[in-house]
């Protein structure tokens, strides 16, 4: 597949890599010749220096001949230009475009640009992903990771394991016999830095991050099995006000169960954008570090408090000083990866990757076959995939045991019509199963491979 990625930035580079990785025929568009630089020596892709809306630009680039572009500059403008030029000049049959802008997206979710008029197939939009994934970590606190799969039916955890953990030095092969009728299995393990699918006679140690998916009915089970406690989350705090503060108070708003929300954002025009537009969240205009200001907020009696503003370090030290207070579980949103391994010796509970989420989306659009769902973990580290098993995969018709799956992958659960099953060594794998499977990166290509032979790009 040969695909042109506009956007050189962090999202662009992770998509890069990610695509090149798999053999594919990459080409990175960057007015910066420095990041261009950077991607093309550190990833198997060309690069091509200048602005990605020029269809010369666009031309260099290859795409007479390119089967995808996907649009991911820091302007929402170059990037609806350029899937209007690759529609419009280069027939380029699919185009993904990343946008910020409210309007824009109001406009285009509500269906007033039509696809004949602006032709993006897929607009993906960082502060909606983010506050989704918000939500999500919101509606699991005593897990730091948390992703849905097999449309509602199963979940991801990402469970931190501590002493009191009552799994502890216990082999995985173990649980099935200890938790008959739990439907979870762990399907990767971070130790030492490093992230690796287990192996049955594996223990799980104080100090690892664990991937586990289970059914979704047997989340609040999975979670006291691993020594965690739920609580609900009925008072919240967000520090940043801005595009995804905003996001996640009106998504607060909006559930069922009554939530009290309070906002602070520094920036004053931006504290009063929020308060305007929203209903029943209280917004306070100061800084999120301030120590009375979070008094006044409340986060002494909070359940919850997320740091989303736009820089890193004053999430982390907004997180700290919720702690500090007294605040039981605090997310920080985190853009650089290199920070993330802080949150555990900063006494974190969980944090959101804008990056990881952004990819994830990304990624859910352009793989092989009949891919429902992709979720990238840690630094693009693994891969949570999502599948339609087609009947010339040649896993088809084969019970998992007779499956040669790479070291680094791990069955998750398996759809057959309308159940979710526990992976078993005799369950025999049929068309039209929907399988959920987790891989390091590095054999991300092989499963792919199993999941199909006839390569279906869109």
Known sequence: MKVIICGAGQVGWQIARHLSGEHNDVTVVDSNPELVRLATDTLDVQGIAGFASYPDVLDRAGARDADMVIAATHSDEVNMVVCQVAHSVFSIQRKIARLRAKSYLHAIYTDLYRRDHLPIDVVISPEREVAAAAMLRLSAPAAFDIETFMEGKAQLLGIQIEEDCPIVNTPLRQLSDLFSTLRAIVVGIRRDGSLFAPEPGDQVFVGDACYVFCHSDDVSRTIEVFGKKEKRQDRVVLVGGGNVGLEVAKALEGRESRVRAKVIEKNRKSA????????????????????????????????????????????????????????PFAIALINDPTLVPLTNHLGIDAYINPRATTVSSILRHIRYGRVRQVYSLGDAEAEMIEAQVLSTSPIAGKAIREIDFPEGALVGGIVKGDKLLRPRGDLRIEEGDVIAIFAVSSDVPEVERLLQVSIDYF
């Open 272 to 327: 009063e954008h929020a308060a305007e537009a929203l209903e029943r969240t209280i917004v306070l205009n100061g800084d999120g570090l301030d120590r009375n200001l979070m008094s006044e907020a409340g986060i002494e009696r909070a359940d919850a408090m997320l740091a989303v503003t736009d820089d890193d370090k004053t999430n982390l030290l907004a997180a700290v000083r919720a702690k500090a207070q007294g605040c």
